[in-house]
Each structure stands twice: as C-alpha cells, then as structure tokens.
C-alpha cells in the first residue's frame, strides 16, 4: 500500500489554513529545561482555534469539498475535539455537519460543539460503533464522511503543526507527539521527514489504551477495546489504516504514560508555565519526563495538542492525586 498523503500534500495545507488557523506559539521554560536537564520547546496547539490542533486537520478536509459535497454536508465522530474543529470549519465554509459523539463525552466539549453549528448524535462507544453510525448517516443522507484522523487531508492538515515547529526552531534532536488515531503523529512525522530527516519521532499515548504502541512494535494494526482514561481524547481503538502506514516507516517508538503521570505534567505546566493544558495534550511532556533520561542534553519538540479542559474535573482529578498519595 502507498502513502496517501506526502509532505507536499502538509505544504499545501499550510498555504489553505493561512488567515484561518492560528499559528500557535512556541514556547520554553528555564524551570522545566533545568528540572530534567533537556532543552523542551512547546508547541503550543492549547492556543489554536477550538482550543486544540484538530481546527488544521479539519478545515483543510472541508475546504477541498466540491459544490455538491459543501450543499449536501459533513458527518463526523470524535469524542471531542475533532468534533469542534469540524463544526467551527463547517460554520466558516458553509457547510453543515454533523458529529457523533460519546454519551461519556466531556459536556464541554458536546456544548462547544453545538455552539459552533454542529449537529450532534450521542452514542454509547462500550456498545455501538461511531464508525458505523457515521457511514450509514453518510450512505443515507449523501454527507461526505470526514473521520477524526484516517483521512489523508486530515493528517496532512495536522502535520502543518510540526512543520511551523520546525521552521521556528531549526533544529531538533526529537519530536514527541500525543498518540490517539494517528493523525497528528503521522502528519508531524511527514513533516519531520522532510525538513529535519535527523529528527528522531516518538508517540506518546495512554498505558491503558496502548493500541498505538503495540501495532508499531508488531508491525502491523492491533485493535483493544474501548480504552478507560483521563485523556479523554486518545481513546480511540486503533491507528487508522493511512495514519499508519506512515508511523511505521518514521517513528522510532510509542511510549505510554499513566493517568497519574498525566495528571503531574498538567500540574507542571500550569505551575511552570502558566498554561491550562487538558489531559491529551500532556501526553508529549509526560512521555519526555518519563523517558528523561534517553533525551538529557538533547533539544525535544513536544506539540501540546490541546487545552480544552474542564476546571472542576481538573480540581477533582488534583484530589484524587493527593489522597491516594497519602494512602
């Protein structure tokens, strides 16, 4: 099987999301370069539209619709961010769309997607396929189907974070990337391989959702059931089949942190840093401090890949770190 997306397709994404997508920050901090002895610089996604760097991989998916397929619409599933994205990309193309989501779905991320003109279908992902809901509402209603993260202009799309990353910083030893489907480790990694070949890629993805970790390691998809974590955005089952074929022939390795670690390197970055980070978007730094001593003296990229998080869950999730502490 062929790549279906090349770092030509992740140029012409750029060019596309100019004067849409932000182009988030890149930021350092003294205190975290000292703490584990590596030069981190933090691409900082928490900053982009719809507070996450699903906004890329989705406008640049909508934007290339012809004029039967912006009339007819878009159908999607996520559990949160990608739904965002493609609601506020919709909004800002003329697009309907549609999304379904988990009924475990964070409330925020359900509202913000309604309030950005998406229609939204709850399920129950312990018992029923998002995929096949999606592909029968895409069959009847003659929506174009856009999934979170197996679509070549997605991944393309999300690859033009790594890119602008790159092009800030020039050099990099190594790249850490949150891991859920795919889409942004296989773009980044495009992107690496082309303007950094030196640069080594990693994933990182949650311990109790490893799906990622395992397929790279037995070189070929392995699917788990539906996985239980606080990063409620790295949940998917399985690497899409596009995204894959990329991370297999890039990455080095996929690393996975616990719900603890996760809950640490939050913590870190809002004391640290200043900056509220939801539990997928720590994956990379979590991944970096628990992997510190493989990359002491080294310079590491780590994308951030979101931020939206609900206040009173980080609360309680700080609660429920400090009792078991004391346990």
Do not use: W
């Not at 590596?38 to 699903?54: M, P, T």
């Amino acid at each position: 099987m062929t790549t279906s997306a090349t770092y030509e397709d992740v140029e012409r994404a750029a060019a596309r999301l100019i004067g849409h997508a932000h182009r988030t920050p890149v930021m350092r901090s003294r205190l975290i370069n000292e703490m584990l002895g590596i030069d981190v610089v933090f691409k900082c996604e928490n900053f982009q539209r719809v507070g996450a760097f699903k906004f890329r991989g989705a406008f640049n998916a909508l934007s290339q619709f012809n004029a039967e397929q912006r009339k007819a619409g878009a159908v999607s599933f996520s559990s949160g961010n990608h739904a965002q994205a493609v609601a506020l990309a919709g909004r800002l193309l003329d697009i309907p769309v549609t999304v379904v989501m988990p009924n475990d779905a964070p409330s925020s991320k359900m509202d913000a997607t309604r309030s950005y003109g998406g229609n939204v279908i709850i399920y129950d992902r312990q018992t029923e396929s998002r995929e096949q809901i999606a592909a029968d509402l895409a069959e009847s209603s003659g929506r174009t189907l856009i999934p979170s993260y197996d679509h070549p202009h997605v991944l393309a799309g999300q690859g033009t974070a790594a890119k602008e990353l790159i092009e800030a910083v020039e050099h990099l030893d190594a790249l850490l990337v949150p891991v859920s489907g795919g889409g942004l480790l296989s773009g980044s990694a495009l992107a690496a391989e082309a303007l950094l070949p030196e640069c080594k890629l990693y994933g990182v993805e949650p311990e109790a959702g490893n799906d990622g970790q395992q397929s790279l390691r037995s070189g070929s998809i392995v699917r788990i059931d539906p996985p239980t974590t606080i990063a409620d955005g790295a949940t998917a089952q399985y690497l899409g089949t596009h995204p894959f074929e990329i991370i297999k022939r890039i990455v080095t390795d996929i690393f996975t942190v616990t719900d603890a670690e996760l809950v640490e390197s939050m913590t870190m970055l809002v004391s640290r840093m200043n900056i509220v980070v939801e539990p997928t978007g720590c994956l990379g730094i979590a991944g970096l401090r628990k992997q510190r001593a493989d990359f002491r003296g080294q310079r590491v990229g780590v994308i951030i890949s979101g931020g939206n998080l609900n206040l009173s869950h980080f609360g309680s999730l700080l609660l429920d770190q400090h009792s078991a502490s004391k346990r």
